[in-house]
């Protein structure tokens, strides 16, 4: 007697077939996709999504179409626009790796600081800035982007700012005028940014108006990931040379302007000859270190040589006249 075996089937595979054959009409898609019908329509006008098979008159999706809208509202959540989107979807459809193509944009775009938002109401402020935050200065902020009405609160972007800016009010730097200072600052630091970014991220021009091929994909990402560190040290360093240069000259003309002033206080003085007082260098200064060291000094020594006797300057008694008459005002 003939006996037969049946094979049992895969319970798990029958269900994986019919979850791939699942169909939606539009309406079922938005809603399995967290959307609205109207999205659905405008992504497949714009062609992000592929357009469904029509039986008769109405029109079927599938999962992949369902996946491709979620891919799609993901990428809008995270700050990407359509077309940026658009240019992705068509870079996967060449059979680029999404993770990769997400890699570098963000080795590109994400914030270059780990500061967060902050929200301010106007008693805060008040206890931040006191009597500093005058209506044109408050005017002048939200003009800049630094505070952003939102009801009856403010928005900061960057909270650092304001802080730093409270903190110099209250040691009494006009707000407003320092308001202006980063304004203008701004102007010159933008335009520096662009030409540094465009230095920064070079490698890729070299590709033109297309997507570098999928296997560099990586190696740019990580240069651009090693580069942002390295960028930032560098501006920080220029900045604090910047700053401390012009800190210097500032102290130095005050007090030749202050020994000017002092010398000037003696009755039959002359101005003191600030140009002596610099020593411009031999031409072999490199081979004589010693002996230029030495007329230097002798240089610095002799600064008053030049002047006729009866007008050459005793600094001790210059310094000791003008503190009986104005006190400490030059001491400070």
């Known amino acids: 007697m003939p006996t037969f075996r049946f094979k049992k089937s895969s319970p798990s595979k029958h269900a994986s077939d019919s979850q791939e054959k699942r169909e939606f009409t539009i309406d079922e898609l938005a809603r399995a996709a967290s959307t609205t019908v109207r999205n659905v329509r405008a992504y497949q006008d714009r062609g992000l999504l592929e357009p469904p098979e029509k039986r008769g008159r109405v029109g079927f999706y599938s999962e992949e179409h369902l996946s491709r809208l979620r891919l799609i509202n993901h990428m809008l959540g995270k700050g990407y626009t359509l077309s940026n989107i658009q240019e992705m979807l068509q870079a996967i459809d060449k059979g680029y790796d999404l993770r990769e193509l997400?890699?570098?944009?963000?080795?590109?775009?994400?914030?270059?600081t780990d500061e967060s938002p902050k929200n301010f109401n106007a008693v805060h402020l008040a206890s931040l800035f006191g009597t500093t935050m005058s209506r044109a200065a408050l005017a002048k902020s939200i003009e800049m982007g630094l505070l952003e009405p939102d009801g009856l609160r403010y928005f900061a972007p960057s909270p650092k700012i304001l802080y730093a800016g409270a903190e110099m009010a209250r040691e009494g730097i006009p707000l407003v005028e320092l308001l202006g200072l980063i304004e203008s600052l701004r102007k010159h630091l933008e335009e520096f940014c662009d030409q540094a970014v465009?230095?920064?991220v070079g490698s890729l021009d070299q590709y033109g108006e297309g997507l570098p091929p999928k296997e560099e994909l990586p190696r740019l990402s990580q240069m651009?990931?090693?580069?942002r560190p390295l960028a930032m040290k560098a501006i920080e360093s220029e900045v604090s040379r910047?700053?401390?240069?012009?800190?210097?000259?500032?102290?130095?003309e005050r007090i030749i302007g202050v020994l000017d002033k002092m010398s000037s206080e003696v009755p039959g003085a002359v101005p003191l000859n600030v140009?002596?007082?610099?020593?411009?260098?031999?031409p072999n200064a490199a081979a004589n270190t010693n002996a230029n060291t030495e007329q230097s000094a002798g240089a610095s020594d002799n600064a008053f040589a030049d002047l006729a006797p009866e007008n050459q300057v005793d600094m001790e008694i210059v310094?000791?006249?003008?503190?009986?008459?104005?006190?400490?005002q030059y001491g400070s």
């Open 319 to 328: 310094a000791e006249k003008a503190k009986e008459k104005n006190g400490d």
């Open 275 to 282: 140009a002596a007082w610099t020593v411009q260098p031999t």
């Open 198 to 200: 465009s230095l920064f």
């Open 102 to 112: 997400l890699g570098l944009t963000y080795a590109i775009t994400s914030p270059w």
């Open 242 to 252: 910047a700053l401390q240069k012009s800190a210097s000259r500032f102290v130095d």
């Open 224 to 227: 651009i990931w090693k580069i």
